[in-house]
T-cell receptor
Framework: SQQGEEDPQALSIQEGENATMNCSYKTSINNLQWYRQNSGRGLVHLILIRSNEREKHSGRLRVTLDTSKKSSSLLITASRAADTASYFC???????????FGSGTRLLVRP | DAGVIQSPRHEVTEMGQEVTLRCKPISGHNSLFWYRQTMMRGLELLIYFNNNVPIDDSGMPEDRFSAKMPNASFSTLKIQPSEPRDSAVYFCASSTTGQFYGYTFGSGTRLTVV
């Protein structure tokens, strides 16, 4: 069973706009990661945020983590058509090797 | 490094046949994972190896599935006999052992059992 749930399930925006995706998880975690999956391809690791961090940036990506609400968000600023993909959050519990993936958000960036 | 390499990319087989999926992890990564992705169930962890040893196979659906890792650079996932409900994309991923590392995924094998 999957621990993470993401919303929205699908998001369509215009190039240049910002895209925000949300993820919720159920149990205490050690870290939370975001991955991108282009159609027909494997998942690509984007960013990792530790449980003691609240916000992290990487290029046009901004991730926040609220452990009290067991939720995270991924913001992609100034989106490009090439950002069109599915985005997955993955949570890792303390003392666990397992990454539990959410159901994903399908992002479409219209040129 | 060429990344995680999976073969074949696509496999179409008849029900009842044996299917073998292959994976070459990134050199130096000592954790290897097999995942299955379907529309209905999303990404499911099937089995995890650490230093070539199977640590957790609780995600393997049934005895028809088996996985091996004879050395640090090669792993196989075998389905025998295959069934139509096994149709899915199977991913192999590798990682450095440790809490704060992400996984590197292969491009996957799309399996269709007819």
């Amino acid at each position: 069973s999957q621990q993470g749930e993401e919303d929205p399930q699908a998001l369509s925006i215009q190039e240049g706009e910002n895209a925000t995706m949300n993820c919720s998880y159920k149990t205490s975690i050690n870290n939370l990661q975001w991955y991108r999956q282009n159609s027909g391809r494997g998942l690509v690791h984007l960013i990792l945020i530790r449980s003691n961090e609240r916000e992290k940036h990487s290029g046009r990506l901004r991730v926040t983590l609220d452990t009290s609400k067991k939720s995270s968000s991924l913001l992609i600023t100034a989106s490009r058509a090439a950002d069109t993909a599915s985005y997955f959050c993955a949570s890792r519990m303390d003392s666990s090797y397992k990454l539990i993936f959410g159901s994903g958000t399908r992002l479409l960036v219209r040129p | 490094d060429a990344g995680v390499i999976q073969s074949p990319r696509h496999e179409v087989t008849e029900m009842g046949q044996e299917v073998t999926l292959r994976c070459k992890p990134i050199s130096g990564h000592n954790s290897l994972f097999w995942y299955r992705q379907t529309m209905m169930r999303g990404l499911e962890l099937l089995i995890y190896f650490n230093n070539n040893v199977p640590i957790d196979d609780s995600g393997m659906p049934e005895d028809r599935f088996s996985a091996k890792m004879p050395n640090a650079s090669f792993s196989t996932l075998k389905i025998q006999p295959s069934e139509p409900r096994d149709s899915a994309v199977y991913f192999c991923a590798s990682s450095t052992t440790g809490q704060f590392y992400g996984y590197t995924f292969g491009s996957g094998t799309r399996l269709t059992v007819v």
